[in-house]
C-alpha cells in the first residue's frame, strides 16, 4: 500500500511568511493528489485537486506542484485565517482507494 | 448549495452495529460518486469507503473491509454506511463527502460514533 508522509507536523511562522508543506509518496504516483484545509471542530475543505488545480473560491496564495513521489502545497504570504491542519491525499483510482497524510499543523507566530 | 447531512452516529457496545446516513441536496447526487472519511479524536483522516454514481464499484478501505457496507439509494439521494462487529478504534467522526478529480469536493459536517462498554 501506499503511504504519504507530510513534512514537516508542524510549522510556526509570521504572517506574511511563505511556508511549504511536502508530501512524500512511498512509490510513484499518477497526479490523483490532493490538499485539505481543517479547522477544530469543522470538516475538511479541498484546496487542491490534480496536483495543482486551486479549487474556485479559494485564496490564489496557495498553490501546489509536484511529481512522482514528491508533493508541496506552498501558502505564498501566511495570513491569520491560514492556521489549520493541512492534510494530502492520494487516490489509488478515480474511484477510491484514498491514502492521506498524517497532517501538518500550520499556526501564526 | 450543495448539503450533506449525516446522522445514525451514536454510543455502541463493542461487536455492535450502526447504520450511518447521508442525506444530499443542492446537486445531482446521481450523477457523483461518494465516499465515507473517519476522523478518530484527535488523530488525522482515514479513507473509508466509497461507491461509484451507480452502485457498480464499491471500496474499503482495509481496517473495515469485511465489517462495514456502503450503499446508496439515488431515489431518495442517500449515502448509507452499515458497520457491524464494531471495534473501539472505530471511534470516529464520520464524514460522507463527493468525489470529483479523485478528490473529496464537498463534505458533511460529520456523525460521531462511540464504541464503548
Known amino acids: 500500500d501506499i503511504q504519504m508522509t507530510q513534512s514537516p507536523s508542524s510549522v510556526s511562522a509570521s504572517v506574511g511568511d511563505r511556508v511549504t508543506i511536502t508530501c512524500r509518496a512511498t512509490q510513484v504516483i499518477n497526479n490523483w493528489l490532493a490538499w485539505y484545509q481543517q479547522k477544530p471542530g469543522k470538516a475538511p475543505k479541498l484546496l487542491i485537486s490534480g496536483v495543482s488545480h486551486v479549487q474556485s473560491g479559494v485564496p490564489p496564495r496557495f498553490s501546489g506542484s509536484g511529481t512522482g513521489t514528491d508533493f508541496l502545497l506552498t501558502i505564498s504570504s501566511l495570513q491569520p485565517e491560514d492556521s489549520a491542519t493541512y492534510y494530502c491525499q492520494q487516490a489509488n483510482s478515480f474511484l477510491g482507494g484514498w491514502t492521506f497524510g498524517q497532517g501538518t499543523k500550520v499556526e501564526i507566530k | 448549495d450543495v448539503q450533506l447531512v449525516e446522522s445514525g452516529g451514536g454510543l455502541v457496545k463493542p461487536g455492535g452495529s450502526l447504520r450511518l446516513s447521508c442525506a444530499a441536496s443542492g446537486f445531482t447526487f446521481s450523477l457523483y460518486s461518494m465516499n465515507w472519511v473517519r476522523q478518530a479524536p484527535g488523530k488525522g483522516l482515514e479513507w473509508v469507503s466509497s461507491i461509484s454514481s451507480n452502485s457498480q464499484y464499491m471500496f474499503y478501505g482495509d481496517s473495515v473491509k469485511g465489517r462495514f457496507t456502503i450503499s446508496r439509494d439515488n431515489a431518495k439521494n442517500s449515502l448509507y454506511l452499515q458497520m457491524s462487529t464494531l471495534r473501539a478504534e472505530d471511534t470516529a467522526v464520520y464524514y460522507c463527502?463527493?468525489?470529483?478529480?479523485?478528490?473529496?469536493?464537498?463534505w458533511g459536517q460529520g456523525t460521531l460514533v462511540t464504541v464503548s462498554s
Open positions: 463527502a463527493t468525489s470529483g478529480e479523485a478528490a473529496a469536493g464537498q
